[in-house]
């Protein structure tokens, strides 16, 4: 059942639409920008924005996000800019990915090495006895690798506060079992949640994030993903209907926020690429095709 | 000051710096309760805990990806692998991670972590537990990599590896874990890293019957007392040696290197691992760059042959005095 949001989280809620607002501009502007043969970042966010952007508004401040950089919703639910994505790109910045204040790390192998380093640092709160939790994103692929299985096996043996998100692209499983399936093996806990579904996706998080903080250790989900689904469950339309039943939002707020983010990547443009500035605008509207995690595409 | 082995020694570092610094951490295979196969950490579980010193489940691969892990979270991991042929599980952590963490993430992450393994032979260890990998390491960006030779140098050498910024490979030479002994400084004992050593100054009045050639010779950690060795017999035949301990490999002391040849005009380059691309070739190269006017000889290579370690033949493998010896003297009278 999908979970609602608290209403004393409501705040935190319209910052989760404004980042997915801005994954979706830098998305479609990088999409325009690639057809006229610019080489941009690898990234990975319609069709996996709900599970990663519920995922990430489940989190505290102080928790940290392991995954694998390609996961645009992420670092904008955590504060990034479009415009250090758009320096980034055009060789002007480092990663935002990579920010030690926002706690957030990517991978840029897209091994799974991430995976076992994440238990590393919810492991250290552990020790240090902060009320830490760390989520570690990875894709389908991943649980067939031996980081997957160092990562899970250290996590339950030293009941690290690791939550792991899964993402299972359904029509692209790497095999019949579940993901979720692993945790018994390692003696963890596991859930499997609507993948397609922001509510969900956070309610999943939210438990996995209050039984770290029991001391009850990690915590294995499988966020499953329809791309059928995915193609015509807008996370940002789910948001939105979220928000204006609650009074919170309107079609003025919605028109603001767009238009922010339109004005933020044009200036980055600008700033960091004048040549690309000069092409068409960008835009949130919901596309036909999904974009699967980035190693699918690859592999 | 007390007189320490090497373990003692090193011991007496991790407890120190455990005491200093409660973000400091010891995680590895048995490096608990145990105190590690050669007990290298005996006592530090009983005085700081399960928390701080961790028996791990064997997966060099996890140890090294949670020390990471760690060390981006704040603390300051020590992890032990068991021995240094066991690393190469975690290679992939090591130097795609790891070494690159700093430069990947625009300084915003440094994993600030020091990786102590057991190397070398000389326990009859054969093929998986007598190997010499620091040259697989050295030609990684990003990693610094010690191997001291005395209990003095690795209690200094240790400390200031776990206060450096960046990851240390710290390669402890099992060969003489109890045999080297030595007065090692209490408390607070630093040895800066990159700096080597000279055990032994050549000087031009050496032998009664030889040439008074001078010639320098390059080793580290078991191999040192093997060049020793090798000099006083040398000095017998009139050849006086001038040894040069690296103590750190990476980043080496190139200065110093560069005024030893250009004072003897000689050098024999010692290590156990295989000649093919080890560390001595390196050091040739360098020293071919910075002082190849001043070579009165070509550089030579005592080493490990391009073989694997044997079992039985363990002292016709390592480059030990007996032919170090002969090199030497051949380089002299070139």
Redesign the interface.
Known sequence: MAAEADDTRLPHLLESYRGLVRARVLESRWAELEEKGANLPRRAARGVEAALAGAAFALGAEDWVLGEGTELPVPFLRGATLSEFVAHAFGRAPNPWNARARRTLASDLRNGAHVTQGVGVAWGAKIERRDVAVLVTFDDAIRTTGEFHNGVNFAGVFKAPAIFLCLTTLAQEASAERAADFAAAYGIASAVCDGCDFFAVAHAVGDARKRAASGLGPTLLEARIDEARASKDDALVSLRRHLESRGFFDVEHEARTESEAASEIALALSEFAPGAAATATASVAPESRIVVPTRRRTE | MATQNMVQAINDGLRHEMQRDPRV?VLGEDVGKVGGVFRVTQGLYDEFGD??V?D??L?E??II???????????V?IPEIQFSDFIFPAY??IV??LAKMRY??????AAKLVIRTPVGGGIRGGLYHSQSPESLFIHVAGLKVVCPSTPEDAKGLLLASIRDPDPVLFFEPKRIYRAAKGEVPEGEHLVELGKARIVREATRSSGATGSGAQVTVIAWGAMVYEAIAAAEEAEKQGVSCEILDLRTLWPVDIDAIVTSVKKTGRVVIVHEAPKTCGFGAELVALINEKAFLHLEAPPVRVTGFDTPFPYTLENDYLPLAHRILPAVLETAKF
């Open positions: 951490v928390e701080r961790i791990t489940p997966s691969g996890g990806g949670c020390a990471i892990g760690m060390a981006l979270y704040g603390l991991p992939d952590q795609s991670e990947r993430s625009g300084g915003e992450y």
